[in-house]
């Protein structure tokens, strides 16, 4: 089992920057492709970004694509998401999710409660 806690989302001007953190129990941690995903509001949960369980490699959707970065300290049990030149379409509830390599995020993956970013114009 593990539990996936996400902080560091605030009201944040347009252009600003954040970074959230989502903390990780149990021992696991370091086997477990990390991702982030977001919902906003009236809309799906859609992907925003993901590390490998080594942190050797991400992908990213395009919309954040050289805005946000994400990265992960195995030792720390955290993964992290640096959110750079935000804009009001950043905003959403922001969740982070953990799954082993080869599983599916909707159906075998460990989810946060999520946070909230707001991004005002």
């Known amino acids: 089992q593990v539990q996936l806690v996400e902080s560091g989302g605030r009201l944040v001007q347009a252009g600003g920057s954040l970074r959230l953190s989502c903390a990780a129990s149990?021992?696991?941690?370091?086997?477990?492709?990390m991702g982030w995903f977001r919902r906003a509001p009236g809309k799906e949960r859609v992907f925003v970004a993901a590390?490998?369980?080594?942190?050797?490699?991400?992908t990213y959707a395009d919309s954040v694509k050289g805005r946000f970065t994400i990265s992960r300290d195995n030792a720390k049990n955290t993964v992290y998401l640096q959110m750079n030149r935000l804009e009001p379409e950043d905003t959403a509830v922001y969740y982070c999710?953990?799954?082993?390599?080869?599983?599916?995020?909707?159906?075998?993956?460990?989810w946060g409660q999520g946070t909230q970013v707001t991004v005002s114009s």
């Open positions: 999710a953990g799954k082993r390599t080869g599983a599916a995020w909707d159906t075998n993956a460990y």
């Open positions: 590390i490998s369980s080594s942190g050797g490699s991400t």
């Open positions: 149990g021992r696991t941690f370091s086997s477990y492709v």
